[in-house]
């Protein structure tokens, strides 16, 4: 859960504020001292304490589980937060504001490889189908819009009945803008956002698979993938990476890994290798901006 920008950590029933934002350290170190049992948070801020210079200095012995919400996040970041900072029972939510919030969640007992690699089962009294260009149900495990209906989507958007009218249909069915897949059990996998979907030569690329991939690059701390505007093929693929502290990797090592472990058609035209992405209060980031900045570099 984020409160603001505040990050919380929970102790039995009580709520342990770390700092007036969020500061990794600060966070780490109240868990270690007021030996709290659940830790929520955005995947950018799991990733920067997994990563702090003194992460392993901190006693994390005390937390068993959490939340991770906001974002997809990264297979791997899960992997270690299950196994380096204690929390077995760690469960992922997904969900969207006009949805109050939470439509999907797993279960603190789901088998790891679900745990990691979806966003868990709905929430009872959830409906939640994946659709395609014309409405129409998919089969399980063909990528679609993923669509959510129940008690907790909201009735509209204030005094904007066309906007509404767009996400919300008569039936009373919400359109999430999200890119899902839904297996034989129930869990979905959340592929990408429709609007961020980059159609290189006629080829639909989603920022998010590349992304599960460049996280494992071994120098590789977080990593976003943007599309930009290209004359010859309509868009390009822009990845923007930061590196793990100490380390060093140049846009030809990114370039080799890429090519050994995707597509042609999916590889990066262009690398940019940054300290910081730019971030919502909440922490998620700002795809929209790391557009402008991409569009900007190229132009200057």
Not at 147 to 167: A, F, I, L, S
């Amino acid at each position: 859960m984020v409160l603001g920008s505040l990050q919380m950590v929970t102790h039995g029933s009580t709520c342990v504020f770390p700092s007036p934002g969020f500061d990794a350290g600060a966070t780490l170190q109240s868990v270690g001292k007021e030996r709290c049992t659940s830790l929520y948070g955005v995947p950018t801020m799991f990733i920067d304490m997994l990563n702090h210079h003194e992460f392993k200095k901190f006693d994390l012995k005390s937390l068993y589980t959490g939340v991770m919400a906001g974002s997809p996040c990264p297979i791997e970041t899960m992997r270690q937060v299950i196994s380096q900072m204690n929390m077995p029972c760690v469960t992922v939510c997904y969900g969207t504001t006009e949805n109050s919030p939470v439509t999907y969640q797993s279960y603190r007992d789901d088998v790891l490889e679900k745990k990691v690699s979806t966003v868990g089962r709905p929430h009872p009294h959830v409906e939640t189908k994946i659709v395609d260009e014309n409405g129409d149900i998919l089969p399980v495990g063909e990528s679609g819009e993923l669509c959510t209906r129940g008690y907790m989507t909201m009735m509209e958007y204030w005094n904007d009945p066309t906007k509404t009218k767009e996400v919300i249909k008569s039936d009373r069915w919400y359109f999430t803008g999200d890119i899902g897949e839904m297996d034989e059990d129930g869990f979905c996998r959340i592929v990408g956002r429709i609007k961020d979907m980059i159609i290189r030569g006629g080829e639909n690329v989603y920022p998010l698979e590349l992304e599960q991939i460049l996280y494992k690059h071994p120098d590789v701390k977080d990593v976003q993938v943007v599309g930009i505007p290209d004359e010859r093929l309509g868009e390009e693929i822009f990845a923007f990476i930061k590196l793990k502290d100490g380390h060093s990797c140049s846009e030809e090592d990114i370039m080799k890994y890429c090519k050994e472990k995707m597509a042609r058609y999916k590889i990066p035209r262009f690398v940019r290798f940054v300290t910081d992405f730019p971030l919502t209060v909440t922490g998620k980031v700002q795809k929209f901006k790391l557009q402008e900045i991409a569009e900007h570099d190229l132009q200057s």
